[in-house]
């Protein structure tokens, strides 16, 4: 039994009926009460703007600069990347606001109580290497620190192990033992994580930024230099798919599992407009800041310094490290903990919600994050750009366009919450499994697989001689979002029997 609240029924369903014996429940996994639905518009704003400020927004658009856009056309491309990455993020975000569940509980509704592990682990595979790329970074500021506060820790602890120096390994695992640590608080401590550090990033991307216009002769001086950060010339148009493409694969992964966050919102207006505040303009102005300071480097070293964790080691001040230091650790920290831990603790958890808690999945994710060897994924721009970001966008993308066709097109908003979590119920499809959607997402995943295994074995991750695949796969997410919502929504208007009235919910 489901029930609305007078006040805001158009926002709210809250679950009545004791679900707590099902096997597909746990206390994360449960439905948000709408007592525990607190997060203002400034909260959901803070969370994306926590993690938008982190370092690889910072070195995104000097990618495509090295690919060889101009500053401004990465700006653009960036800013429309975002903006439209924002439109699936509000559609799937409605969902957890509503009915105040997850982003694994939501997607039994399209792929079945046990289909829905599907979408869930191909998100939460994604989310370990990104958290292990973040963690990476995190402990080479903290390694960058200790190297200048005390000069012994690079030359006593100078000893390779995988072509990396051991004191790189220690301050790499002390970083991801803090964030283990944060993981232990749960879910709620992200809230105050994020809203208390922002304003701090904020200020310290706008001190940079300051300090670069300064010591290299003023911002225009410094936007002209940019040009010099192109490794490769270009056509612009040759350029901008991929680059766009990317752009909206930075955060497709967000657009799924959003529903993790605004299941805590306090009204559909809290979470549109704090998404819409906090994502396009953040990104998009920390990529602008990350550009201006590499090509400020250029005038003021004489050498281009994209990573803002080398630039640091440059400085004089031990108090201006210090800084620094706080600044890029609370950038990945808040990051990680809210962008990539929320959604794989709760993917794992899915997968058996009795014995997997969101805490355990945190500490599998944690795990994971290791063993996918960040070190490798960030080995070049070329390599993250043209085979990560946009190679796991195709996978995003297919999904996003099923579960909005799902709950917008087929449902029109309309859950069973207390079927979500009946092992036999609507959502079952008979077996636990909804073939339409999971036919709908290989085969809409297929057509970009030729392009990606190409990027995937060229070094760098552009291929100079791009055939059919090869353009198709720089188009991924756009490609697998429409043919996913085309196939399912095909597959199911096309069913008949209980099946199909199964999908009404």
Excluded at 206 to 222: D, E, K, P, S, T
Excluded at 333 to 351: E, K, Y
Excluded at 380 to 387: D, E, K
Excluded at 462 to 489: E, H, M, R
Aim: with cysteine.
């Amino acid at each position: 039994m489901t029930t609305q609240s007078p006040a805001t029924q158009r926002d709210f369903v809250e679950l009545q009926t004791d679900v707590s014996h099902s096997p597909l429940w746990n206390p994360d996994l449960a439905p948000t009460t709408i007592k525990q639905r607190t997060w203002s518009t400034w909260n959901i704003a803070a969370l994306w703007i926590g993690m938008s400020v982190v370092i690889t927004t910072y070195t995104l658009a000097g990618g495509f600069i090295e690919a060889g856009m101009n500053w401004w056309q990465a700006m653009i491309t960036i800013l429309l990347g975002n903006t439209i990455v924002l439109i699936p993020m509000i559609l799937n975000a409605h969902a957890g606001t509503k009915y105040g569940v997850s982003f694994p509980v939501l997607s039994r509704a399209a792929f079945g109580t046990k289909g829905a592990n599907i979408p869930a682990m191909l998100r939460a595979i994604v989310a370990c290497g990104w958290f292990g790329i973040q963690t990476w970074i995190g402990g080479t500021a903290l390694d960058t620190l200790f190297g200048v506060m005390f000069p012994a820790w690079t030359t006593s602890l100078s000893t390779t192990i995988l072509d990396v120096a051991l004191h790189t390994w220690i301050a790499f695992f002390l970083f991801w033992g803090i964030q283990v640590f944060v993981i232990l608080k749960g879910v709620e401590g992200i809230k105050y994580l994020e809203t208390w550090s922002a304003p701090l990033l904020l200020v310290g991307g706008l001190i940079l930024l300051i300090w670069a216009g300064w010591r290299a002769g003023g911002l225009g001086r410094v936007l002209t230099e940019s040009a010099a950060l192109q490794r490769q010339q270009g056509e612009f148009w040759n350029i901008f798919p991929g680059a766009l493409t990317a752009s909206v694969g930075y955060w497709a992964t967000l657009s799924l599992n959003i529903p993790d966050f605004t299941r805590y919102a306090r009204s559909q207006k809290s979470q549109m407009l704090g998404q819409a505040l906090g994502l396009p303009l953040t990104m998009t102005a920390f990529a602008f800041i990350g550009v201006a300071v590499t090509s400020a480097t250029l005038l003021i070293y004489g050498v281009a310094i994209p990573n803002p964790v080398d630039l640091m080691a440059r400085f004089d001040s031990v108090l201006i490290i210090l800084f620094a230091t706080a600044v890029i650790f609370m950038a990945q920290l808040t990051t990680n903990m809210a962008a990539n831990v929320v959604s794989p603790s709760n993917d794992f958890s899915n997968l058996n919600p009795r014995l997997i808690s969101y805490v355990t999945g945190g500490l599998i994710t944690a795990v994971i994050g290791i063993l996918m060897m960040p070190w490798k994924l960030m080995a070049s721009m070329g390599a993250y750009i043209f085979t990560w970001l946009i190679g796991y966008s195709g996978l995003m993308g297919a999904i996003a366009g099923i579960l909005i066709c799902d709950y917008w097109v087929i449902r029109r908003q309309r859950l069973n919450l207390e079927g979500l979590f009946e092992p036999n119920g609507p959502y079952s499809y008979g077996s636990g499994f909804n073939w339409r959607a999971i036919v709908a997402l290989c085969v809409a995943i297929a057509p970009v697989a030729p392009g990606f295994l190409r990027a995937a074995t060229t070094p760098g991750g552009q291929v100079t001689d791009p055939n059919f695949f090869d353009s198709l796969y720089t188009y991924a997410w756009f490609v697998t979002f429409a043919l996913g919502f085309g196939i399912y929504y095909a597959l199911t208007r096309t069913s008949k029997g209980e099946s199909f009235n199964a999908t009404h919910g």
